[in-house]
């Protein structure tokens, strides 16, 4: 353990070399081809994330929920284009699976799916169940979650909320559990996505260990990830043994790494994922701010950001053989800043895999507007908007090599 952590903090700047090809309209897609090198531990759920490889986000779809009423409830499927306008195709699962992602995010809100006694619709349940095959039918791997439904008429992580919450979790996870029980290891459950104090205006985006506020959610979250573990656990079958994703407060790197967070106890070996979000440098990839639109490889601040983050999470985490994967990331456009998104894209991805660790692009299908520009693929004609992104990701995943 002594070693691994001096490994860790000796390669915070990771030391490169780029080759790369300039496509026609002047993108350079940087290959980073040298750097030092991190103490993987050889187990299984090390394994499991090598064959991850890199993965993308149904971002805007069946997350979507009508935000003017939380307590609406949608019968059917029509949710599923309210935001993006487009519903999922099969083949739009066979365009990421040849551009080289092998894992795909699902996230779903079931909030707006549920009756009074928090049971799911079945036609939205159906269809759920219908785009998740298709992936695994390629033999992709999916992580479906739970992720718009922060709400406190359903969950809210305090103790004021907490036996709502745990009622209202504990029905969907069962639910989620039973319909996809005879699924592979190919699927992955993931508890909650961001749990967090939602319009707390001084700690909802920012985790404060020493905040009684935050030491309060931070304490409830642990409970409703335990209850999630023996909730799929209980229902048999491989999800007895399968792979479950948990995370902490706000799904921050740095919540995650401090002494709040508690990895859930478990009846399998080993088969817990620790998932992170992090659009990191903050103030280029996710900060709205058009003066910070540019992403250099020379530039050591930028990366540092990067490398600091993702040390923590080797430090504590894939050090001692525990898997993570940073299951949102990405960088938004800011009129046209290609090149630097394809910078970026390549030195988060490379030091993530340089870690062990796995990551997903998140895609809103948001390509214009004032908005939060993350998507590559247009969904509708399948055509690539932004396919140097797309290779710099899998030129640089290690494990693609």
């Known amino acids: 353990m002594r070693k691994q952590r001096i490994i860790a903090l000796l390669f915070t700047f990771i030391m490169l070399a780029c080759a790369g090809s300039s496509l026609a309209d002047g993108i350079t897609i940087p290959e980073i081809t040298e750097m030092k090198k991190f103490e993987i531990p050889d187990n299984d759920a090390m394994a499991f994330l090598k064959d991850m490889k890199c993965g993308w986000n149904l971002g805007n779809t069946f997350d979507a929920h009508p935000d003017w009423n939380v307590t609406q409830h949608a019968s059917g499927t029509d949710m599923e284009t309210s935001w993006v306008g487009v519903r999922t195709s099969k083949e ?203 992403f250099s490889l020379d530039e050591l601040s930028q990366k540092s950001e990067i490398g600091q983050f993702m040390n923590l999470l080797y430090d504590k985490f894939i050090s001692q053989g525990i898997p993570v994967v940073i299951d949102e990331f990405g960088a938004r456009d800011k009129g046209g800043n290609t090149q630097d998104r394809v910078n970026f894209a390549a030195y988060y991805v490379v030091s993530a895999s340089a870690r062990g660790m796995t990551c997903v692009w998140w895609d809103n299908h948001v390509f214009s507007g004032n908005g939060e520009r993350f998507g590559l693929i247009d969904r509708n004609s399948l055509e690539w908007i932004y396919p140097e992104i797309v290779q710099a990701i899998n030129a640089n995943c290690l494990f693609n090599r």
Not at 210 to 233: G, H, Y
């Open 92 to 294: 739009l699962f066979a365009a990421l699976h040849d551009a080289g992602f092998n894992t795909i995010r699902i996230p779903v809100s079931w909030h707006n799916h549920v009756d009074g006694n928090d049971i799911i619709d079945q036609d939205w349940m159906d269809r759920v169940k219908e785009v998740v095959g298709w992936a695994l039918d390629l033999d992709m791997y999916v992580i479906l979650n739970t992720h718009h439904d922060n709400y406190e008429p359903f969950y809210y992580p305090d103790s004021a909320h907490y036996e709502r919450s745990a009622a209202y979790l504990s029905s969907v996870w069962r639910q989620m559990a039973e319909t996809f029980r005879d699924c592979d290891d190919h699927l992955i459950l993931e508890a909650l996505n961001e749990p967090r104090l939602r319009g707390n205006a001084q700690y909802e985006w920012s985790f404060n260990a020493s905040a009684p506020e935050c030491q309060d959610a931070a304490e409830c979250i642990n409970k409703l990830n335990q209850l999630f573990v023996d909730t799929v656990r209980a229902t048999g079958g491989n999800n007895a043994t399968r792979y479950l994703a948990v995370t902490g407060y706000c799904a921050s790197p740095w919540a995650l790494t401090s002494d709040a967070f508690h990895l859930p106890k478990d009846t399998a070996d080993n088969r817990i994922i620790v998932s992170a979000h992090a659009y990191t440098p903050y103030n280029f990839a996710l900060n709205e701010s058009m003066t910070n639109r540019t």
